[in-house]
């Protein structure tokens, strides 16, 4: 994977990692439609399969999974990575969710988001039959309620505590993923503020996403907007993202771009704060060392989070073992 690994693969990778395993809802699998545990989603590779049925409708079905068809021809396509990978000694039976999982974090060492000791990764994903329902998805106008309750629904509890972190933070640290990649998604909805990079330096893996959502000011589009002071003023940014600073957002019949930011009252501002103010302060570390554990969260979403596993188990993704 790391000798094919190219830069424009590093947002769509990353972005599939959580879309395969954000699909889990222990509430909806089991009380909203009555169905039975097995079809509640989570890390289970169907991303592969819902976004060819995605292409195969002219991009009707699976809509969630829009964008990402540079990882899927890397992975599957036209790259074919998945089978190299396979033909490695030992490797040969390597499900389709760890492979997309494991892309998801070479995504972050390629960018320069690994913490310095390594991020440790598990095998084990097991691939599942059929689709995922990807509407259990956040979305881009959800708001930081909404966002708390979707990751509330992935069972976070025994990772949390294994991590020492609590649910508004280990949001506001997934969150920082969008440091990296592209609005690729078109027609630009009334939550996006456009098609194209959602940072400046958007192949990078910094906390510079907190330092651009957490500086912009109260009036989204005034003159010492910093986004704008650097003359790219189109960012992919969406309203969930304006959520990890401000609780309330200005008339909701707006498009973003129009709307006010009416307090920094977020469940999440204060770790926007603290990240941001590391990146200007040019020091990474807590928010590399943070995501690495996060991510690991998420990479366990729909299968018990054993933390032995974590201990003792694990291949340590650093960069020496990534090296062209
Ligand atoms: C917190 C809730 C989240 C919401 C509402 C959200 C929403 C979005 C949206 C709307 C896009 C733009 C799609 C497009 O226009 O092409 C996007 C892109 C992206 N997201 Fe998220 N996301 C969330 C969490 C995450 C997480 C947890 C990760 C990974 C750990 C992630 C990684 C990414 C990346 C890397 C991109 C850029 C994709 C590219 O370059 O093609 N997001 N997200």
Redesign the pocket.
């Known amino acids: 994977m790391s000798a094919a690994w190219t830069a424009d693969v590093?947002?769509?990778c990353?972005?599939a990692?959580?879309h395969d395993c954000?699909t889990y809802s222990s509430v909806m699998c089991t009380e909203v439609f009555g169905r039975p545990t097995g079809v509640c989603g989570g890390c289970n590779g169907t991303f592969k399969r819902e976004m060819e049925e995605l292409i195969a409708s002219n991009l009707t079905r699976f809509t969630q999974q829009?964008?990402?068809q540079?990882c899927y021809d890397f992975l599957w396509g036209t790259k074919n990575v998945a089978a190299a990978i396979r033909a490695h000694s030992g490797c040969a039976s390597m499900t389709d969710a760890d492979i997309l999982n494991l892309s998801?974090m070479v995504a972050v060492q390629k960018s320069g988001g690994l913490p310095s000791a390594g991020c440790n990764w598990l095998p084990g994903r097991p691939d599942a039959a059929g689709v995922d329902e990807t509407p259990r998805l956040?979305?881009?106008s959800?708001d930081a309620t909404t966002?708390m309750a979707v990751f509330a629904g992935y069972e976070f509890d025994t990772s949390m505590q294994f991590f020492n972190m609590e649910m508004a933070e280990t949001?506001a640290t997934?969150?920082g993923?969008?440091t990296?990649?592209?609005?690729?998604?078109r027609p630009v909805g009334p939550n996006?503020m456009g098609?194209g990079s959602?940072t400046v330096t958007d192949t990078v893996f910094d906390g510079e996403y907190y330092a651009e959502v957490a500086t912009s000011t109260k009036g989204w589009f005034g003159p010492d907007h910093r986004s704008v002071v650097m003359g790219t003023g189109n960012k992919?940014w969406?309203g969930?993202d304006r959520h990890g600073l401000c609780n309330e957002l200005s008339d909701p019949t707006l498009n973003l771009k129009d709307r006010h930011c009416l307090d920094e009252a977020s469940p999440f501002a204060p770790y926007y704060k603290s990240y941001a103010a590391d990146f200007q302060a040019n020091n990474d570390a807590a928010f590399f060392s943070k995501f690495c554990k996060t991510?690991q969260m998420?990479s366990n979403i729909g299968l018990a989070f054993d933390p032995t596993d974590y201990a003792t188990n694990h291949f340590t993704i650093t960069d020496a073992l990534l090296a062209p």
């Open positions: 590093v947002g769509p990353l972005r990692a959580f954000g829009n964008g990402m540079l998801g956040p979305v881009s959800s966002l949001v997934l969150s993923a969008h990296v990649g592209q609005s690729r998604v996006s098609i959602m992919g969406f969930s991510y998420m």
